[in-house]
């Protein structure tokens, strides 16, 4: 009798509507030590709360892509952001798996190694900078570091107040942000994005009006960037393709361009394009850099 009582209890409480909220206090002891990130913007969250992650996705293109802020040396590289290595994953034992929704393995795949958590990188809002934080907020609820995410937070306020009184004395020009991924193909930013969210807070004019992707960026032809406006600046972000610049630059057309002739175009080092708010504060500082010398 004792037995089926018991089993019966099971089944009433994985029936019960109050089994989130228990899930919930479980999943506050989470061991910090051992979560592993599997794209590049949940690690940028876990960094934001001073949690450095105990796996993290592709390493080496991490540190093209995103570089800052920078992992331990002690972080193993677990693979692919969209194909991880699941048995590495399972011979870890993590305490919880991050992703971001929609990217790499499904959640009941992850599921089945750990207890998951996932992010969306914007929403019907197009406020990536919204999301980013509204998660950070989420992520320091699951790991009991809400007091961390505020501070955090309230600095990034602070800090952007700093960095739009700096901007505030230069020539009102749009800027142009871009990445060149091939001699013949160039990334833009403009609607939807990180960045344009950003030069908002900071009383910018981002230059690209043109068409955008639920990212916020779009891939053009080189050429089309001889149609935007003359008086802009040129905001470019290296991927150590100093060769592939230098194809691109050595051209006529290239040297043609207004913003060339008239020298202001401005490479700066990689930021992680679909980052939160240490990629924003990156950001930020680069932009605030390369236009003082404007």
């Known amino acids: 009798m004792p037995d089926l009582i018991r089993r019966r209890l099971l089944m009433a409480m994985a029936l019960s509507p109050l089994l989130p909220a228990l899930r919930t206090q479980a999943a506050a002891s989470v061991d910090a030590q051992r979560i592993i990130s599997l794209e590049w913007r949940p690690t940028e969250l876990l960094m934001a709360l001073g949690v450095p992650p105990m796996g993290a996705a592709e390493l080496y ?41 929609g990217y790499g393995p499904s959640a009941d795949t992850l599921n089945r190694i750990a207890p998951s958590m996932g992010f969306d990188f914007s929403d019907d809002r197009g406020k990536p900078l919204t999301v980013a934080r509204e998660s950070l907020m989420q992520l320091a609820g699951r790991l009991n570091r809400m007091p961390v995410a505020q501070q955090h937070l309230a600095e990034y306020d602070d800090f952007t107040v700093q960095m739009k009184n700096q901007l505030s004395h230069r020539p009102k020009r749009p800027v142009l ?118």
């Open 61 to 101: 293109n991490y540190g093209l892509w995103v570089g800052e802020p920078a992992l331990p040396a002690s972080t193993v590289d677990v693979g692919l952001r969209t194909e991880p290595n699941i048995e590495l994953m399972i011979q870890m034992k993590p305490s919880l798996l991050l992703y971001s929704s």
């Open 177 to 294: 942000l871009m990445s060149v991924l091939d001699p013949r193909h160039t990334l833009v930013f403009g609607k939807g994005s990180l960045f344009l969210q950003v030069m908002g807070d900071l009383g910018l004019e981002n230059a690209w009006q043109g068409e955008t992707n639920f990212w916020g960026s779009a891939v053009i032809g080189i050429e089309r960037l001889a149609s935007i406006a003359e008086d802009v600046d040129v905001v470019c972000f290296d991927h150590g393709e100093d060769l592939m610049m230098e194809q691109v630059t050595s051209t006529p057309l290239w040297q043609s361009m207004p913003f060339v002739r008239k020298n202001r175009f401005h490479r700066v080092p990689q930021v992680w394009f679909y980052g939160g708010t240490l990629s924003a504060m990156r950001f930020s500082r680069l932009l605030s850099s390369a236009l003082a010398a404007a």
